[in-house]
């Protein structure tokens, strides 16, 4: 799965960095998404724009109007693209492809935004086609419970989390991948849990991943 899209030269979660990470031959891409002050869900890892915009402030305090005189920005090559929105992105990308996206929240109890995210995949018939992950359990369990086709990954970057699994339910776990270890795998052998491990950048960690028979993953390159 690539992470955010292929942000060698266009800024990352942005449409030209999926469709570049497509062209390259991945089968699926992994976005983030936030929600603005009026409810427009946004492609952004960070809910701040200062880290991948030419802006400032946050989306959760911006209108659509001033969210779009912004754009993201790659720091490296310093090209500019649109911020685009998850409605836009899921009409552009081809139906064969696999989207996981990543639900970001400020909080555990900050979950307005998994509503629209389904709403949004049900619009565009994709629920066979989504994959929707979260470190917050409230909101796979919100996911889950409005529609049970719609795969969810409990993102885990400790082991600890685990003690919310039964909330967050779901098929997958996503965990970072250094937190990996045969416990963690027999948790989810036993569960019958697939595990998308992040971030899987390269080949001698691929082939560690394979011989513990694991064979997805999340990966910048």
């Given at each position: 799965?690539?992470?955010?899209?292929d942000?060698?030269?266009?800024?990352?979660?942005?449409?030209?960095?999926?469709?570049?990470?497509?062209?390259?031959?991945?089968?699926?891409?992994?976005?983030?998404?936030?929600?603005?002050?009026?409810?427009?869900?946004?492609?952004?890892?960070?809910?701040?724009?200062?880290?991948?915009?030419?802006?400032f402030?946050?989306?959760?305090?911006?209108?659509?109007?001033?969210?779009?005189?912004?754009?993201?920005?790659?720091?490296?090559?310093?090209?500019?693209?649109?911020?685009?929105?998850?409605?836009?992105?899921?009409?552009?990308?081809?139906?064969?492809?696999?989207?996981?996206?990543?639900?970001?929240?400020?909080?555990?109890?900050?979950?307005?935004?998994?509503?629209?995210?389904?709403?949004?995949?049900?619009?565009h018939?994709?629920?066979?086609?989504?994959?929707?992950?979260?470190?917050?359990?409230?909101?796979?369990?919100?996911?889950?419970?409005?529609?049970?086709?719609?795969?969810?990954?409990?993102?885990?970057?400790?082991?600890?989390?685990?003690?919310?699994?039964?909330l967050?339910?779901?098929?997958?776990?996503?965990?970072?991948a250094?937190?990996?270890?045969?416990?963690?795998?027999?948790?989810?052998?036993?569960?019958?849990?697939?595990?998308?491990?992040?971030?899987?950048?390269?080949?001698?960690?691929?082939?560690?991943?394979?011989?513990?028979?694991?064979?997805?993953?999340?990966?910048?390159?």
């Amino acid at each position: 799965i690539s992470h955010r899209g292929d942000a060698t030269r266009h800024p990352e979660n942005t449409l030209k960095a999926y469709q570049k990470a497509i062209s390259s031959g991945f089968k699926a891409v992994e976005m983030d998404v936030v929600l603005s002050k009026d409810g427009t869900i946004y492609c952004s890892h960070n809910h701040d724009l200062e880290k991948e915009t030419d802006g400032f402030g946050y989306f959760f305090e911006k209108t659509v109007s001033e969210i779009d005189q912004h754009f993201a920005v790659n720091p490296t090559t310093k090209i500019k693209e649109k911020i685009p929105k998850l409605d836009n992105v899921l009409s552009e990308l081809p139906k064969d492809i696999l989207v996981n996206i990543e639900i970001k929240s400020k909080g555990l109890f900050d979950i307005h935004i998994a509503i629209p995210v389904v709403q949004m995949i049900k619009k565009h018939r994709r629920e066979s086609s989504c994959i929707v992950s979260s470190f917050n359990p409230i909101i796979l369990r919100i996911v889950r419970c409005m529609d049970h086709q719609i795969v969810t990954g409990y993102l885990i970057e400790s082991q600890n989390p685990l003690l919310l699994y039964p909330l967050a339910g779901g098929k997958n776990i996503h965990p970072r991948a250094d937190i990996l270890t045969d416990d963690l795998i027999s948790y989810c052998k036993r569960r019958d849990i697939t595990i998308v491990p992040w971030t899987v950048n390269n080949k001698p960690a691929k082939n560690h991943l394979y011989k513990m028979g694991i064979t997805q993953g999340i990966s910048d390159k």
